[in-house]
């Protein structure tokens, strides 16, 4: 009978141990943020000189945690996977820029926590400005956003730095809000 009542009870108190060790695991966020990017549009053509018109919508199961974007020069043509489409330019010498040979490419990297916490948000910004002696050309535009578990994802689009003048028309809207 001593037997049967020690089986019992290492039976129960396994089970209590068991069960403690694999309760939480069903909470876990696995799922990453969604980001639906509205500015710049795919194959924008954006002025030196001029600030950008960045435009989001960000989305998560639970919390958002931060948002980084980084612009950085595509004269190689490289690409960041899947959906990235890379249009090749072909460049004549008689159109030969040497001016914009001197110039340097512009670079942007920053991380913005404003968001944190939040289960989504709306992103509407003019903070970035393109240098007025960037060089011109194509550039990628990503965006990558982290929620609070870790999760992330990103948004890549191609753009062009122009002269003064030459870019897409701007957007209308008021910034009052």
Request: net charge negative; proline share 2%; glycine share 8%.
């Amino acid at each position: 009978m001593k037997t049967i009542i020690y089986i019992a009870f290492y039976s129960i108190l396994s089970s209590l141990f068991l069960t403690s060790c694999t309760s939480g695991d069903d909470n876990v966020d696995t799922e990453p943020p969604v980001i639906i990017l509205n500015a710049p549009v795919e194959g924008a053509k954006l002025e030196a000189g001029k600030d950008i018109h960045f435009d989001m919508d960000l989305t998560d199961n639970v919390a958002l945690g931060t948002y980084n974007v980084d612009i950085h020069d595509n004269f190689d043509g490289h690409t960041h996977g899947k959906g990235v489409s890379i249009q090749s330019i072909e460049v004549r010498h008689d159109d030969h820029d040497h001016e914009n040979d001197s110039r340097k490419a512009f670079k942007f990297n920053r991380t913005w926590d404003d968001i944190f916490g939040k289960k989504n948000d709306h992103v509407h910004q003019h903070d970035i400005v393109i240098d007025k002696d960037a060089k011109r050309g194509n550039y990628h535009f990503v965006v990558k956003v982290v929620d609070k578990a870790g999760n992330q994802s990103m948004v890549f689009r191609n753009i062009e730095i122009v002269d003064p003048g030459q870019g897409d028309s701007g957007h209308d809207h008021d910034h009052a809000h």
